[in-house]
C-alpha cells in the first residue's frame, strides 16, 4: 500500500518503525507482545510534578487507616495542574477493584483526551486488569521507582495533610462519621484550603482561573 501512494520503503524498514513504536501484527504472537508491553514500568513523571493544562497529570496511590477492629484503604487521585483531589473511594480491601473504580469515576467525570496516570507499583497498579483498563482508554501509565517515596510526594503530601489536620484529631463514633470525615476534608481541601505552590490559591480556585483564562482567549 505505502508502494502504491509513491514511498520507496522496505519490509525491514516497515518492522523497526512498527517496533519503535509498540506496533505488531494481527496474528501469532500479538497476544503476547501484547502482555509483554504491559509488563514495561517507566517513570514517566520523573518527579516533574507542574504540568501545563488540567488532564494532562493524574497522581494515584492508596494509605490505610484503622478505626476500631477495622483497616480501611482510601485510595484518591490527584490532578496535578491544580492539585485537586479528583476522585476518591473507601474500601475495607485494598484490591485493584479499589483503584480500578476510583480511577473510572475521574475518567468519567472528566474525560481526559491525552492522558499520564503516575503511581506507585502497588500490586493494585500493576496487575493486568487495571493497566489493560488504562490501556484500553489510551491511558500512558507512569510508575515511582522502587523504593524512592519522591516519586509521588505530592500524594504522600496529600495523606499527611488528611491524617494531621482531620482523621487523627476526631474520635469516630462510627464508620459512616469516619467516611463523612474523609469526604468533608477533601472538600476543604479544594475548596478552602490555600496551597503555596498555587501561589497560596485553592485548587479549584486555580482550575477556575485557567478555566476563565482559556475562555478570554478563545474570544480574542
Known amino acids: 500500500m505505502l508502494k502504491d501512494r509513491g514511498y520507496k520503503v522496505g ?3 516497515v518492522a523497526d518503525i512498527m517496533h519503535e513504536n509498540g ?20 517513570n514517566l513523571l520523573n518527579q516533574q510534578f507542574t504540568v501545563s493544562k488540567p488532564n494532562e497529570v493524574w497522581v494515584s496511590d492508596v494509605t490505610y487507616f484503622k478505626y476500631k477492629n477495622n483497616i480501611f484503604y482510601i485510595c484518591v487521585i490527584i490532578d496535578l495542574f491544580a492539585r485537586k483531589v479528583i ?7 485494598n484490591s485493584t477493584q479499589l483503584t480500578r473504580g476510583t480511577f473510572l469515576s475521574a475518567y468519567k467525570d472528566r474525560q481526559p ?29 507512569s510508575f515511582s521507582n522502587p523504593g524512592n517515596p519522591y516519586n509521588n510526594s505530592v500524594m504522600e503530601s496529600f495523606f499527611k495533610s488528611t491524617k494531621t489536620e482531620r482523621l487523627y484529631r476526631t474520635d469516630f463514633r462510627s464508620e459512616r462519621e469516619f467516611r463523612e470525615a474523609v469526604k468533608e476534608y477533601i472538600s476543604f481541601y479544594n ?11 485553592t485548587p479549584n480556585k486555580c482550575e477556575d482561573d485557567y478555566v476563565r483564562k482559556q475562555a478570554a482567549l478563545q474570544k480574542i
Open 11 to 13: 519490509q525491514q524498514t
Open 113 to 141: 483526551e491525552d492522558l499520564t496516570f503516575h503511581s506507585d507499583r502497588g500490586c493494585n497498579y500493576t496487575s493486568a486488569t487495571f493497566r489493560l483498563c488504562l490501556a484500553e482508554l489510551k491511558v500512558k501509565q
Open 191 to 201: 475548596d478552602k484550603r490555600p496551597h503555596s505552590v498555587l501561589r497560596y490559591r
Open 23 to 42: 506496533w505488531f501484527a494481527i496474528g501469532g504472537g500479538a497476544k503476547k507482545l501484547y502482555y509483554m508491553n504491559l509488563e514495561r514500568k517507566e
Open 87 to 93: 476522585a476518591c473511594r473507601v474500601s475495607l480491601n
